[in-house]
C-alpha cells in the first residue's frame, strides 16, 4: 500500500498521513459493501491493507458532514456518497476524492486484475462510473 500512498501524494499533492487516513477509509467503505470472499482477496492483493485501514478515522456516525448524510441515504448517490466522505474526513476535497478513487481503482487493477475489479465494482451502486477509464 506504501507504493499507492506515495503515488497519489505526488499527483494530488497531499500529505502522506492524508493518503493513509484516506486509503483506509476508503477499504473500510469497500469493507462494508463487497462481499467478505472479495475484500479477502483484495487484502491479499494489497499487502499492508489491514495496516492502513487501523490508521483510518472512525466512520462518522448519522449526522455529521453533508457527505456523510449522503453516504446514508442508501442507493447509488448513497453508496458513493458513503465512499467519499471518509476522504472528505481525511482532508481531501471532493475533486481530490474521485481522483483518489479513480486511482485506486487503477491501482486495484494493476495489483488484483481485471477480474476482481470488475466484481467489486459490480457490487458497489455507482462505481462504475468511476472505474471506467484508468487515470495516467
Do not use: N
Not at 493518503?19 to 473500510?28: C, D, I, N, P, V
Not at 472528505?88 to 486495484?108: N, P
Amino acid at each position: 500500500m506504501q507504493e499507492f500512498i506515495q503515488m497519489v501524494t505526488q499527483r494530488l499533492g497531499i500529505s502522506e498521513s492524508q493518503a493513509t487516513s484516506a486509503t483506509g477509509g476508503l477499504l473500510k467503505g469497500l469493507q462494508q459493501h463487497i462481499s467478505e470472499q472479495d475484500f479477502s482477496e483484495l487484502q491479499e492483493k494489497l499487502p499492508g491493507s489491514q495496516e492502513v485501514m487501523q490508521e483510518a478515522p472512525e466512520q462518522e456516525a448519522a449526522g455529521g458532514s453533508l457527505l456523510a448524510k449522503v453516504g446514508s441515504l442508501g442507493g447509488t448517490l448513497g453508496t458513493v456518497g458513503g465512499l467519499i466522505a471518509p476522504l472528505t474526513k481525511s482532508g481531501l476535497t471532493q475533486d481530490k476524492a474521485s481522483g483518489f478513487i479513480q486511482m485506486f481503482l487503477d491501482y486495484v487493477r494493476s495489483k488484483a486484475g481485471a477480474d476482481l475489479l470488475g466484481r467489486i465494482v459490480g457490487q458497489v451502486p455507482g462505481l462504475s462510473a468511476l472505474a471506467g477509464q484508468p487515470t495516467q
